[in-house]
């Protein structure tokens, strides 16, 4: 059981590359999120997906895209890196109406000189 | 947007200790969830409560779901070295709405 695996888990950029970080459940969960999470600050939600498509802004979105054209993946991007992005990035997804519980990935490290 | 405040910040204990965390909201939940969540790792979710007064045990944890629907409570028992974590509450308004409200977390620190 896979559940949901995150790639890269460690990246180092310098400021103004872009990079897409990836996001694969095996779950067949139908909503998919990405979170960032720095010191201090606990999870903040960046963008979210309720079905393969479509694309929802969370809660930090700017400097970040989405793209979710197949059901089982999630895709993060960054078009232009800047290291106020340097973070911590987690991706979850969970099935509807399954008492809100979201499952999460290991996290992918992301260090911007 | 929906806040919650989750306290203490960070913990430092001996092992065998008793150690309770709580959050608090100004608004209803209907949904809480405790997370754990290990150095390098991603959360891990620890007790899921659905209903107002439940008191939910898993081995060593237990958590309430507070009778207002604003706070929610974990307790763990007997503290060992494998507690090491940053423990996340989460709280879930329910109906159509998608989005989970964390908590900053608890860093506990078990001193054997």
């Known amino acids: 059981n896979a559940g949901v695996t995150q790639t890269p888990k460690f990246r180092v950029l310098k400021t103004g590359q872009s990079m897409t970080l990836l996001c694969a459940q095996d779950?067949?969960?139908?909503?998919m999120y990405w979170y960032r999470q720095d010191p201090g600050m606990g999870l903040r939600l960046i963008h979210y997906?309720?079905?393969?498509?479509?694309?929802a802004k969370g809660e930090v979105p700017d400097g970040y895209n989405v793209s979710r054209l197949k059901k089982q993946n999630f895709l993060l991007g960054l078009e232009s890196a800047a290291p106020s992005q340097t973070s911590v990035y987690f991706c979850?997804?969970?099935?509807?109406?399954?008492?809100?519980?979201?499952?999460f990935g290991a996290g992918t490290r992301l260090s911007v000189l | 947007g929906q806040q919650l405040n989750q306290s203490p910040q960070s913990m430092f204990i001996q092992e065998g200790e008793d150690v309770s965390m709580n959050c608090t909201s100004s608004?209803?939940?209907?949904?809480w969830l405790w997370y754990k969540q290990e150095p390098g790792e991603g959360p891990v979710l620890l007790i899921a409560?659905?209903?107002?007064?439940e008191l939910t045990s898993n081995g060593r944890l237990t958590a309430q779901f507070g009778i207002t629907r604003k706070d929610s409570f974990l307790n763990i028992s007997a503290s060992i070295p494998s507690d090491v974590g940053i423990y996340f509450c989460?709280?879930?308004?329910?109906?159509?709405?998608?989005?989970?409200?964390f908590g900053k977390g608890t860093l506990l620190t078990v001193n054997p």
């Open positions: 608004s209803i939940f209907n949904t």
């Open positions: 409560l659905y209903k107002a007064g």
């Open positions: 997906s309720v079905g393969e498509g479509t694309t």
């Open positions: 779950m067949n969960h139908e909503y």
């Open positions: 979850a997804s969970r099935e509807p109406g399954r008492g809100n519980i979201q499952y």
């Open positions: 989460a709280g879930g308004p329910g109906g159509s709405n998608y989005k989970l409200t």
